[in-house]
């Protein structure tokens, strides 16, 4: 499958790449290994030795930050240069050589560049509240690996009306199946706005806010950029109050392809908004919890309906989706935008 190469995605939670260890990841197809070189700074290569393509990651990273294969021993720096050959008169034969990528570390990610431009790092989109002096205390980072093709989990978070009946109860219910809807494009961000008015509180809002089950406003606002970081802004209110003062949420879905078929969802939430209800369980009880309906919500919900529907529409090639226009727009906008890209990125 054709992925947008000349852009960032996120390849790993910083604190996860650890000093000393490899990690072995693939995306976009192409197997890798990972680490932190002796300076700290994350490495990213190709999980094959030139020599017989043995696996990286079944070798060992070595004091001084060079990768020794598992298989014969050649050694490679963090350049992916052959530095070591252990045999023979100990020449490194030419092209001895792994291919090595950019790789930046921001808002606690790892961001890797796959493709062959110029890396710009002012293409990593803004995730700051998730930066450790963003004053945002920031639940669970969590990487859940989703059997869906990524542009289908795009779909899936530019239309929220979903949560009304797929997240029945607990993100969505069926009053807030209606909303007003603005799409906007600001810079490379595309904005779905979507508010709803005196609707019952779904069970994680309601967890951040009063806990009274009594109806409430609500908006919930996805920011995109290609190719596939989300940014969800969620908050709830008195319909009797003004908005400012409101609970909610702010959360990452930042998306990775492994392949057609598979799709690294990072994703981490913060409470934000000057009210909510007093954590009669304490703090990071409920950090926890959250935590984990929302990896409820997005693993054991979204993931087998869209793995499903994906099977459907492979089936049925010839077949168009009949779209629906109130809730569309949004979804057809930011794949529109993404053709584009990955036609201009392929010179067609
Ligand atoms: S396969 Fe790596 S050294 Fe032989
Ligand atoms: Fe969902």
Redesign the pocket.
Known sequence: MAFLKNCWYAAIWADELKTGELAARTLLDTPLVLYRDDAGRPVAMDDM?P????PLRLGKLLPGGTIQ?G????EFDSSGQCVKNPHGNGRVPRGCQVRTYPMVEKHTLAWIWMGNGEPDEGLIPDFGYLDADSGYDVGRRDTIEMDANYRAIIDNLLDLSHAAYLHDGLLGNAETAWADIEVRQEGPYVYVRRDMQNVPPPLLRDLLFKRDGAPVNMWQTIRWSAPSAVLNDVGTYAPDSDRTRFSGQLGCHILTPVSEDSTLYFTAAARQGPLGAEADEGEDALKARIAELRRYAFKEQDDPMLKAQQENVRRHPGVAPVLLPAIDAGPVRCQRLLDEMLRDESGQ
């Open positions: 030795c020599h017989r393509l043995a294969c298989y014969h021993g050649l």
